[in-house]
């Protein structure tokens, strides 16, 4: 992983509430990834079957793989993450992301946390892109500055305006990734492009975020 202006990066991730990282794996990082994922992520489909609500996705990766693990808690992406929350992190969950040559259903718009969650630093995405991710093959969009904006009423968000000039699409190189705030609205569409378009993210709450849920919990 390389390294980045700091300082610039947080401020573009505070002010659009995402930031793409250009090259932050190298080609043998992603050959390395593909090989340590793509065979797990097939077993746990073959074991278990491909029936959640948002077909090719796995979460929890930890939980079965400590190289996951090793990842999630102690990866070298950990600490730009602290920077960006501005706090220590708890790494939630390690996930696999596939969207397939004629998938046609994508992620509707919504934000990844809801409820008691209201700062704009509560948690953060750091999304890998294993594979081209373009508008032809389901890459991510954001809504920049959302994440300000106060969508905590449900995850699922309503009435967004796609040609709005604040629409960002990300579109991404193997070796890219991307960070996105755990409040900034973001949505992707299928695959058309007979393209693979595979990715692996980690999810952390601050740590901040998650005293003040505990907090709360005991005040009521």
């Not at 992603?30 to 340590?36: I, K, Q, S």
């Not at 948002?54 to 999630?72: G, I």
């Not at 991404?172 to 695959?191: C, E, K, Q």
Request: hydrophobic content about 35%; glycine content about 8%.
């Amino acid at each position: 992983m390389i390294n980045y202006d700091v300082d610039e990066t947080k401020k573009r991730y505070d002010d659009d509430g995402f930031v793409i990282l250009r090259n932050c794996l190298d080609m043998s990082e992603v050959a390395a990834l593909r090989e340590r994922a793509v065979p797990l992520a097939d077993r746990l489909f073959r074991a278990h079957g491909n029936h959640s609500t948002y077909r090719n996705v796995l979460k929890s990766l930890q939980r079965v793989d400590p190289w996951f693990e090793e990842q999630l808690n102690a990866g070298p992406h950990v600490p730009l993450i602290k920077h960006l929350l501005n706090d220590d992190v708890l790494g939630a969950s390690a996930a696999w992301f596939d969207r397939p040559e004629g998938e046609v259903q994508g992620f509707k718009p919504h934000v990844d946390v809801i409820g008691s969650y209201r700062e704009p630093d509560a948690g953060a995405t750091i999304w890998f892109a294993l594979d081209r991710a373009d508008t032809k093959n389901g890459c991510l969009h954001y809504l920049r500055g959302s994440h300000k904006t106060g969508h905590r009423d449900g995850s699922f968000v309503h009435d967004i305006d796609h040609e709005s000039a604040d629409v960002f699409a990300a579109q991404l190189n193997p070796g890219d990734a991307i960070i996105h705030s755990a409040l900034t609205v973001h949505w992707s569409g299928g695959n058309e492009s007979g393209a693979p378009r595979r990715a692996v993210s980690y999810f952390y709450f601050s740590a901040r975020s998650q005293a003040n849920i505990h907090s709360g919990e005991q005040h009521k």
